[in-house]
């Protein structure tokens, strides 16, 4: 079984852009999460989504932005980079039908932001 | 303050050497506590999942334990391999949301020939 598949691997913007990130979860599984992580803040959740509507949401500005189509796929969306957005992406599906399921994440997308 | 506090930042150890990583939460209540381990360049991968009721977990090489009273959780790794080099993260997860998580920032083992 394929794994959780993010892309782009990296990315490269400037102040201001906006970018879209792309995850393609194991099949089977319909709950998807993003998370952030960076040196000085460690992994932070983002936002999740589950049968494409978002089940829960961490604590990002509106800047930050998801969606979940109907093949289980999801996209996030920064608008108005700044240069704090520097970070790895992950992205993580699970069956999300109870408490416990596993996270399987993807290897990120590296984004850089100059 | 960070709910969940993991120990040492990083370690070095030879190959072939035990060593154990503690994580501290205060988060509560909890419904599961999970260690991932993270190559560079690499998404986490999950290494064991406990939940509160249990004291004890092993995945090949590593076992968790955990003591729901005092709050802590420990990572051990036996007979280190080259591979074991990653940073193991400690994750701890409220009782009542699956995606309420509190993520340690890590431990960085290197383990060196």
Redesign the interface.
């Known amino acids: 079984k394929a794994g ?1 598949t993010q892309t782009p691997r990296y990315l490269i913007k400037t102040r201001g852009q906006q970018v879209t990130l792309s995850c393609s979860p194991i099949s089977g599984h319909r709950s998807v ?1 993003w998370y952030q992580q960076t040196p000085g803040q ?4 983002l936002f ?1 989504y589950f049968s494409e509507t978002q ?2 949401k961490g604590n990002f500005p509106g800047r930050f932005s998801g969606r979940q189509f109907s093949n289980s796929r999801s996209e996030m969306n920064v608008s108005t980079l700044e240069l704090g957005d520097s970070a790895l992406y ?1 992205c ?1 599906s699970s069956l ?1 039908q ?11 997308t590296r984004l850089t932001v100059t | 303050k960070n709910q969940v506090e993991q120990s040492p930042q990083s370690l070095i150890i030879l190959e072939g050497k035990n060593c154990t990583l503690q994580c501290n939460y205060t988060v509560s209540p909890f ?2 506590l999970r260690w ?1 381990k993270q190559d560079t ?6 290494l064991t ?1 406990m ?1 509160f009721s249990e004291n004890t977990k092993s995945n090949g090489r590593y076992t968790a334990t955990l003591d729901a009273d005092t709050k802590q959780s420990s990572l051990h790794i036996t007979a280190s391999q080259l591979s074991d080099s990653a940073s193991y ?1 400690c ?1 701890v ?1 409220f ?1 009542y ?5 509190r ?4 431990t960085r083992l290197t383990v060196k020939p």
């Open positions: 959780v999460s460690g992994l932070q959740f999740e089940r829960n992950l993580a999300g109870e408490i416990g399921s596993p996270l399987h994440f993807g290897n990120g | 419904s599961n991932y360049g690499r998404g986490p991968v999950s999942i939940t993260i994750v997860i009782r949301n699956n995606n309420d998580m993520f340690g920032a890590g």
